[in-house]
């Protein structure tokens, strides 16, 4: 190698030693930053194939230095692909708590009573029109038959109050669904917009880490939403030039496409029937243009999974209650239960309650007639449900009475009749699921008592079960976020041992440098002389 060859070679390891210098600053301070990639100064050894004119066979070819060939960042794929499906099973489970406990704010009992048991207050409540209608059967109707109405009008009160904040609740998550809808929107479209300016970035032969890192830190985020599949592939931007184009898919069912390139879909709520279908539009550029091939879809009940699938199914999902329909798109959707499972279990309770008591009422008497109502202002008991359960016009006017009695001959203390009110809340009921439409779940079988306990028992073990599930994927989750943090975070060690290592290099280049300069200027000086 010749003497300016030695110099070159030496010019070359100084950059390349400042330039590791620079990347290893750069990743300490931005040890800090939220979704920054720690970042790996590429080299490669200068190499000239070419022979000199007067080489000979027993020369030996010695490298030229170090060339800078780039930057790049430290990234396991695997890993992040593992983390994300991580992220989405957390996503699905935190979402569906979070409704479950919304729903225990209004429907667990314990700790709302006054009772020596502390029941609740509906089941207070139930107990209080048991143990007056026992009075009553004991010292006679005539003194008690009031109470026994106010009472039977605090139960139903309570049920309306229920079925209120049950609805309100639906309302609510049914906002949360169109925020997470938008927020998920706009991510979408900051992944195509982040898509354009990396393939601008890649044009220019700039690696573009920063942007990369946004796109990454958007696409953790998405995966809390829905389950996502992350691919990258090369296309030709023509002249040979090869770009980069990642397309983003569901990662469940017909894994529709959400961002290809520089396109990417929009996602909407259709409310119709109370499904909450979520609709993906065609693939759009940032222009409006439709991506050629690209239609609007319909995702099914089972093509997503994450925290939007949890909300539609906290404000969908019937359980026992869901119709052949729902069951023939989903064979799961008898397990799963969200609010809507929860109306029709408190509909099924009011609706049950009110026809026993109208029975046992309706005899041929006069004052016979409905006790309960689907509105105060009639006696019509069709349809009733928790919501609209009241006290009938007639019993709340007096024209109709609670009988005593269904024998017309009886005698006036004869009080046969109330005793079977008495033993209406201690006798079994079947509470039919799905309204007859299901077939083939068992109905639930027990007391008035038994079932509304078991509304709370169910909603108890849905919040154990699902605390579990959680629990366990968040284990899992921050052990691979550990993992991928270990290859793409920066390590303070790592990087002071890279900083003595450049300064090293940096510092015995310079010497390199000197020693050549004192060499140089002694053979010229001698050659002078």
């Known amino acids: 190698m010749s003497t300016f060859g030695s110099l070159t070679t030496v010019r070359l390891g100084i950059y390349a030693a400042q330039k590791g210098l620079d990347v290893t600053g750069n990743n300490i301070t931005n040890i800090n930053t939220n979704g920054y990639t720690r970042q790996r100064l590429d080299q490669v050894s200068l190499y ?22 780039g930057l790049s960042q430290l990234r396991d794929p695997g890993l992040d692909i593992s983390y994300r499906n991580a992220v989405a099973n957390v996503g699905s489970a935190d979402q569906k708590l979070a409704g479950l406990e919304k729903l225990a704010d209004i429907l667990d009992e314990v700790g709302k009573g006054d009772g020596e048991q502390d029941d609740g207050v509906i089941l207070n409540q139930m107990n209080d029109l048991r143990d007056l209608i026992n009075q009553a059967i004991t010292n006679g109707i005539t003194d008690y038959e009031g109470a026994i109405k106010s009472s039977a009008t605090s139960l139903v009160t309570l049920l309306n109050q229920y079925a209120d904040d049950l609805q309100t609740l639906q309302g609510t998550f049914e906002t949360y669904l169109n925020q997470d809808v938008d927020r998920v929107n706009r991510i ?6 982040l898509n354009l300016q990396i393939r601008d970035a890649d044009i220019r032969q700039d690696p ?21 599949d992350v691919t990258y592939s090369m296309e030709d931007a023509g002249a040979g030039l090869m770009l980069e184009k990642m397309t983003v898919s569901l990662g469940t069912g017909d894994k529709h496409t959400l961002v290809e390139g520089e396109y990417a879909t929009q996602l909407s709520v259709d409310n119709q029937n109370n499904n909450y279908d ?6 759009q ?22 925290s939007l699938q949890s909300l539609r199914e906290l404000l969908t999902e019937k359980g026992e209650y869901a119709d052949a329909t729902t069951l023939a798109q989903d064979p799961n959707a008898g397990t799963k239960r969200g609010i809507p ?8 309770f009011a609706r049950e309650f009110a026809e026993q008591m109208n029975k046992l009422n309706n005899t041929q008497l006069p004052g016979a007639g409905n006790l309960f109502s689907n509105s105060g202002n009639g006696d019509d008991a069709t349809g009733i449900t928790a919501s609209n359960i009241s006290i009938s016009k007639g019993w709340t006017e007096g024209t109709v009475s609670m009988q005593t009695t269904a024998d017309k001959n009886a ?26 439409t299901i077939g083939e779940a068992t109905p639930y079988k027990g007391s008035f008592e038994d079932m509304l306990l078991h509304i709370q028992s169910t909603l108890a073990e849905d919040q154990m079960a699902t605390t579990t599930v959680l629990n366990n994927y968040a284990i899992t989750a921050d052990s691979i976020g550990s993992d991928r943090e270990s290859v793409s975070g920066v390590d303070l060690n790592d990087e002071a041992t890279s900083l003595m290592v450049y300064q090293k290099a940096y510092t015995a280049a310079c010497r390199v440098m000197t020693a050549m300069e004192q060499v140089l200027d002694t053979l010229i000086n001698e050659m002078l002389i």
């Open 341 to 348: 499972y929860y109306i029709a279990a408190l509909d099924n």
């Open 278 to 283: 979520i609709v993906l539009s065609a693939l």
């Open 411 to 436: 005698s006036s203390d004869d009080r046969t009749r109330l005793a079977e009110f008495l033993n209406l809340f201690s006798k079994d009921y079947e509470f039919e699921t799905g309204a007859g």
């Open 285 to 306: 550029d940032e222009d409006g243009q439709t991506m050629t091939g690209s239609n609007s879809v319909t995702l099914e009940d089972t093509e997503m999974y994450g």
């Open 188 to 193: 979408l479209n900051d992944l195509r917009d």
């Open 48 to 69: 000239s194939s070419a022979a000199d004119k007067s080489a000979s066979q027993y020369n030996v070819r010695v490298g030229q230095g170090a060339v800078i060939s």
């Open 208 to 228: 573009a880490l920063e942007l990369r890192d946004a796109r990454n830190l958007l696409l953790d985020e998405l995966s809390q939403y829905m389950k996502i």
